[in-house]
Antibody, heavy 122, light 111 residues
Framework: QITLKESGPTLVKPTQTLTLTCTFS??????????VGWIRQPPGKALEWLAL???????RYRPSMKSRLTITKDTSKNQVVLTMTNMDPVDTATYYC??????????????WGQGTLVTVSS | QSALTQPPSASGSPGQSVTISCTGT?????????VSWYQQHPGKAPKLIIY???KRPSGVPDRFSGSKSGNTASLTVSGLQAEDEADYYC???????????FGGGTKLTVL
């Protein structure tokens, strides 16, 4: 049974760096084809893909935010970490992490965490 | 890269069919067979209902079907039920530097 859960601060100040952790179970990021992505959703708005990391450490980022994002994995802890620098109030959103498997649904996310709301405000 | 274009809203009566479109370009929807659809109920995480244009994950009713023609993908919900009322989002692969491009979402109302 695959589960994912996001954790991190609920409130950050403008210009600060946000660090979010996705802790998962039921799969391993050592397994060929497996990946974890981050997706966010501002209140009342559409979903936006942010970043993706695969089992082989291949990393992809939303082009418009590439300079602000870093995604890493810790396979021993079953965790994926997303950092986002220079936070702004427009980055206020619910942040989700999600599982993907390249060989059985490339670029789609079949399991999602519950999401964590991050508010950017001074 | 711009988001994929979806109609903001769609509606249908119980038992009817409704189709939601997702329009992109030859660099995304039209160029690859990596279109996915997600259903999202208020306050909940999205749920994958279609991947690779036409495939349904295990447990998704066959009332949900996907297709693609040119640069436009479509999600059809047949035999509408009250629980189908939700927001629906499409995504497409748009190249190695932008592997997941979302649509703007469509709010489906069951009348």
């Amino acid at each position: 049974q695959i589960t994912l859960k996001e954790s991190g601060p609920t409130l950050v100040k403008p210009t600060q760096t946000l660090t979010l952790t996705c802790t998962f179970s039921g799969f391993s990021l050592r397994t060929s084809g497996v990946g974890v992505g981050w997706i966010r959703q501002p209140p009342g708005k559409a979903l936006e893909w942010l970043a993706l990391i695969y089992w082989d450490d291949d990393k992809r980022y939303r082009p418009s935010m590439k300079s602000r994002l870093t995604i890493t994995k810790d396979t021993s802890k079953n965790q994926v970490v997303l950092t986002m620098t220079n936070m702004d109030p427009v980055d206020t959103a619910t942040y989700y992490c999600a599982h993907t498997e390249y060989y059985t649904g490339a670029y789609s996310f079949d399991y999602w965490g519950q999401g964590t709301l991050v508010t950017v405000s001074s | 890269q711009s988001a994929l274009t979806q109609p903001p809203s769609a509606s249908g009566s119980p038992g009817q069919s409704v189709t939601i479109s997702c329009t992109g370009t030859s660099s995304d929807v039209g160029g690859y067979n990596y279109v996915s659809w997600y259903q999202q109920h208020p306050g909940k995480a999205p749920k994958l209902i279609i991947y690779e244009v036409t495939k349904r994950p295990s447990g998704v009713p066959d009332r949900f079907s996907g297709s693609k023609s040119g640069n436009t993908a479509s999600l059809t919900v047949s035999g509408l039920q009250a629980e189908d009322e939700a927001d629906y989002y499409c995504t497409s692969y748009a190249g190695s530097n932008n592997p997941v491009l979302f649509g703007g979402g469509t709010k489906l109302t069951v009348l």
